[in-house]
């Protein structure tokens, strides 16, 4: 399972605590990608129900970090026109706020592949970059065409556009592609001076998806920003430096003894700093200073709540050892958080530490990688976990929220069987 680099500090977080609207209130999208894109994702924003639209865009892709670092008081989320904004500014580690980016589907390349069969171009051999192969091979067949007649291009965050343009020289060079087709508009710009060549641009139904995923995206952040988050810090001595060990959370440090403190801040910075209630980045920086050091932090709807659940996981924390940090929510488990990330590409194989993290018994653990064993790659639904080991359908949903929090389990997809109500989630799950 991939993990997700998080950057933030104390300033952004306690602005965006500022300036977090109402649930009623308007939000503000920053529209980022070429002139000729921004204003037709801007008007699918606008037409949308109290949201609105900050058209901000650029001559060439390289100027993206820059737009949002001017920007990001302006707005509450961003909206990039695909995925090559976006991927260069998460690389420049310039994205706080929520945000998505249109994704071009088969439909808009059935679109192109109409227009130029009606222009009368050759469509032997296609070069397309930034597509999914996948989705790629699927538009195909429902064109008529044979998989094989396409070489495709998948974007990688490296990828830039001179990368692109070779890609696409390459293809017409080796195996005689007769037409390029780009979604990045500098390539275009290079290419149609060589090469017969179509810029594919979003169709209004994968730019409305993007549209209100961002919505709901950015809600849930802001509702996560309003809930109480507390702390309490327990060390062998005072600590001057404390504060600013835990200024990432973008909250307020209060000594309350010789020995202990209280970090007063919310839900969204402390979900974000711990990557999903995963790690606590600071605890190993304490502990480079104290030999002991438990922090219990708590989550709630009240400050009192908050105050429960974080005793609560102060005491859990004691007896996990001299160093330890320990997470308390309502209606969910004790989460043990390590020290550091899990590594990139693994999920956690010791069932023993990870039944301890999440509250569980390992024999629990034990059964539930006997199930997922005749499961279909790793694939499971809550309805399924419920039916087998006869729970309720709410518990087996909290049980797949723990193992995804603990970096066990990430969801791949939803089930679409015709049924009322929301699909079911289908989550793949490591053991």
């Given amino acids: 399972m991939q993990t997700r680099e998080r950057r933030t500090d104390g300033r952004s977080d306690q602005r965006a605590r500022r300036t977090a609207p109402r649930p009623d209130r308007a939000l503000t999208f920053g529209i980022v990608g070429p002139a000729d894109l921004v204003p037709r994702v801007a008007e699918v924003v606008e037409a949308a129900p109290a949201l609105r639209a900050l058209r901000l865009p650029y001559r060439q892709e390289q100027e993206t970090a820059r737009i949002l670092r001017e920007h990001v008081d302006d707005v509450d989320a961003w909206l990039f026109t695909g995925v090559v904004p976006h991927a260069i500014a998460e690389a420049e580690g310039v994205v706080t706020l929520p945000a998505r980016h249109v994704s071009y589907s088969g439909l808009t390349l059935l ?58 020289r390459q293809a017409r060079e080796d195996e005689g592609a007769t037409v390029a087709v780009t979604c990045l508009r500098s390539a275009y710009d290079v290419l149609r001076k060589e090469m017969p060549v179509v810029r594919l641009a979003p169709s209004p139904r994968d730019i409305r998806g993007a549209v209100d ?18 702390g309490f810090v327990e060390l062998e001595r005072a600590d001057p430096r404390l504060e600013r ?36 980045p600071f605890l190993e920086r304490l ?115 723990r193992l995804e929090r603990a970096g066990a389990a990430v969801p791949v997809g939803t089930l679409n069987e015709g049924q009322m109500g929301r699909p079911p989630v289908v989550y793949h799950v490591e053991l």
């Avoid at 070489?151 to 490296?158: G, K, L, S």
């Avoid at 020995?259 to 969204?268: A, I, P, Q």
């Avoid at 050892?321 to 308390?328: C, I, K, M, R, Y």
């Fill in 111 to 168: 679109a192109a592949l109409f227009r130029l069969g009606r222009e009368g171009q050759d469509l032997t051999r296609i070069s397309i970059d930034t597509l999914d192969p996948a989705e790629v091979s699927e538009t195909l067949a429902e064109a008529g065409l044979a998989e094989d007649v396409a070489r495709t291009m998948v974007y990688r965050r490296e990828v830039r556009s001179r990368d692109v343009v070779a890609f696409h």
């Fill in 213 to 230: 995923e961002l919505a709901l995206q950015t809600r849930n952040r802001h509702h996560s920003d309003a809930q109480v988050a507390l």
């Fill in 245 to 280: 060990d835990l200024g990432e959370l973008g909250g307020a440090v209060v000594r309350i003894d010789a020995e202990r403190y209280l970090l007063v801040t919310t839900r969204g910075p402390l979900e974000r700093v711990t990557d999903d209630f995963r790690a606590a």
């Fill in 287 to 401: 502990a480079a200073r104290h030999e002991r050091v438990l922090v219990g932090l708590g989550i709630g709807r009240s400050a009192g709540e908050a105050a429960a659940h974080a005793s609560r996981a102060l005491a859990r924390a004691r007896a996990q050892g001299d160093v330890a940090a320990v997470l308390s929510a309502p209606h969910d488990a004790d989460i043990v958080l390590t020290a550091v990330a899990a590594p990139e590409g693994g999920a956690p194989t010791d069932l023993g530490r990870l039944a301890q993290r999440l509250g569980m018994s390992r024999s629990t653990l034990l059964s539930l990688r006997q199930f997922l064993q005749s499961a279909q790659e790793g694939r499971v639904t809550a309805t399924e976990l419920a039916q087998a080991f006869s729970i309720q359908e709410r518990s087996a949903r909290r049980l797949l929220k």
